[in-house]
């Protein structure tokens, strides 16, 4: 094979066929050579004894909430022990799982669960080193997938499907997640956790995230009415992922995404953008949000804005007093960003704004762009390296400071620069085909 590297390198200069190979690479698979995907260390499992729900007389379409709480209670359940779910049940209310514990299934098999209009609480709770492998989860009788808009009780129910909170080593592995909730999953202040070859369909968020060293991989995320992935963390990769058709944005950065690596992942057919990275400052100032993050070998199609970096001093917009001020914008404001070999472009038809229903930017300047690569309000230190292009109407960058306004003083954001450098390469990008939805990964349940 040849070696990355150096493909890189000849296609700036070479002839036509060589970037024709490199395109074959980099469109045919979710991003840009998916085959480079880090290699993760595998959960070590003291795996002691295998249970199958029809051992406990579990029948097919069968209400099990009460069975599975009692068989939880039991004790019966120990840690290293996997519950292999043989069809699909009808379930509500909620479960906490036990430390070092796998929820399995058969392909196919899983959870309907029932109340997700009238209970709010959690499907799931996982404890430390909980792995969940090859459930199909269904929220039964939700509004419709995607839209685009967002109501509460109208375009979903606020119902949470997994949640944990403050465990480590989480395991999330080819799961379906289906339904118009308000999240079907939900990290908080979590370590190591990894969401890897899940398929998740709705949702107000499909996922909020807080915490260390997070990891998705081969994750198709689609029909959200909201975000995709949404909040921050410290340490994050996320790598051969999808996001399509949904109603904001793949990934919103509220909370602050830092030393992060989002690489070889496809943004296509969004309301808002790719990633929105926000620095959102509300109570006392901790950690600056949104630093050192590369952004490498992706694809964004359709969409306004690929990327977007905002400062919010949401002090300054509730109690009206400064938290961001010329002396600490630098340290707080979103930096230290590399957008590098990533492709940009539109292909749906027709070329309509986002609020006319199309995917095109709202409030275009006076060039009329239907699409931009990068829209800087308030952030610095800003790179973009051989980025290619398709369509005509595309903006590289607009800087648009909202310093001065209820989110941001003016000092604040003119104490920096507000610069971003970069190059767009003279061989354009091929267009991909209008309406493309496949992902050329597993994802979801597989045939064990």
Avoid at 147 to 160: E, I, P, T, V
Avoid at 180 to 195: F, G, W
Wanted: charged share 25%; hydrophobic share 35%; with cysteine.
């Amino acid at each position: 094979m040849i070696a990355m590297n150096n493909l890189l390198c000849q296609t700036k200069s070479s002839p036509r066929l060589v970037f024709a190979v490199l395109l074959m690479i980099s469109f045919g698979v979710p991003g840009l050579y998916a085959e480079e995907e880090t290699v993760l260390p595998q959960k070590e499992s003291s795996q002691l004894k295998m249970h199958h729900s029809s051992d406990f007389g579990w029948a097919a379409d069968q209400d099990v909430t009460a069975d599975l709480a009692k068989l939880l209670e039991s004790g019966k359940l120990k840690a290293g022990d996997e519950l292999v779910l043989d069809h699909t049940y009808r379930i509500s209310g909620t479960h906490e799982l036990p430390d070092d514990f796998t929820l399995s299934a058969k392909k196919g098999a899983g959870f309907e669960v029932t109340d997700a209009k009238t209970n709010g609480r959690p499907l799931l709770e996982l404890g430390n080193q909980t792995t969940l492998h090859n459930l199909t989860i269904i929220y039964m009788n939700t509004p419709e997938l995607g839209g685009r808009s967002y109501k509460h009780g109208l375009d979903f129910f606020d119902k949470c499907g997994i949640s944990t909170s403050g465990k480590s080593s989480i395991l999330i592995e080819n799961c379906r997640l289906e339904g118009m909730i308000s999240q079907h999953i939900r990290l908080s202040n979590c370590k190591q956790p990894k969401v890897i070859g899940c398929h998740i369909i709705g949702g107000f968020w499909s996922v909020t995230i807080s915490g260390k060293d997070l990891v998705f991989q081969r994750c198709l995320f689609e029909k959200s009415c909201c975000d995709c992935i949404k909040g921050g963390a410290d340490g994050a990769l996320v790598e051969n992922c999808v996001f399509q058709d949904t109603c904001r944005d793949g990934i919103d950065t509220t909370g602050g995404l830092n030393n992060a690596v989002i690489r070889n992942c496809v943004f296509r057919r969004l309301g808002c953008c790719g990633l929105d990275l926000k620095s959102h400052y509300e109570g006392a100032l901790g950690r600056p949000e949104n630093v050192g993050i590369l952004i490498e070998k992706c694809l964004f199609s359709d969409m306004p804005n690929a990327v977007v970096l905002t400062t919010l001093d949401h002090r300054r917009r509730k109690q009206g007093k400064d938290q961001l001020t010329a002396a600490n914008m630098k340290k707080y404001a979103p930096h230290d960003i590399n957008i590098n070999d990533c492709a940009f472009g539109y292909v749906e038809k027709p070329l309509l704004p986002s609020k006319k229903g199309g995917y095109g930017v709202d409030y275009p300047t006076e060039e009329g762009e239907h699409m931009r690569l990068i829209l800087l309000k308030d952030a610095y230190g800003i790179r973009y390296r051989d980025a290619r292009l398709f369509g005509d109407q595309i903006k590289p960058v607009l800087i648009h400071s909202i310093g001065g306004s209820k989110a941001l003083s003016k000092e604040a954001a003119d104490a920096i620069d507000r610069g971003v450098t970069g190059n767009i390469l003279d061989e354009p990008a091929p267009p991909i085909e209008p309406g493309v939805t496949e992902v050329p990964f597993a994802c979801g349940p597989q045939a064990e």
